[in-house]
């Protein structure tokens, strides 16, 4: 199982821009998936997280400016991001929580290559 992220580039104080991230590989299904950031010398956060059935949690920072949503039939998750702010540029991860059968049901979490977002004051 893969996952692939995109969206992320260069954007103005106040902008927007939409994330991408999509599973692939193999026959799974997926759980919750969710988005986390890392800038420069920082740990990586938590920015929002959507479970199967549509439930979302936001990080303080973000909540109100960023939406999550999913396409289960596409196995894709989105992060809308508006009202972007120069404390936004960081590199977005996705994860998600893949369940797979292999002998038994088991469920692993993977993550994306991150995509970098970049907010210029």
């Known amino acids: 199982v893969q996952l692939q992220a995109s969206g992320g580039g260069l954007v103005q104080a106040g902008g927007s821009l939409r994330l991408s991230c999509v599973a692939s590989g193999g026959t799974f299904t997926v759980n919750t998936m969710g988005w986390y950031r890392q800038a420069p010398r920082k740990q990586r956060e938590l920015v929002a997280t959507?479970?199967?059935?549509?439930?979302?949690d936001y990080a303080d920072s973000v909540n109100g400016r960023f939406i999550i949503s999913r396409d289960n039939a596409k196995n894709t998750v989105y992060l809308q991001m508006d009202s972007l702010k120069p404390e936004d540029t960081a590199i977005y991860y996705c994860?998600?929580?893949?369940?797979?059968?292999?002998?038994?049901?088991?469920?692993?979490?993977?993550w994306g290559q991150g995509t970098l977002v970049t907010v210029s004051s």
């Open positions: 959507i479970t199967l059935l549509g439930s979302t």
């Open positions: 994860n998600a929580e893949i369940r797979q059968f292999n002998g038994r049901w088991a469920s692993t979490p993977y």
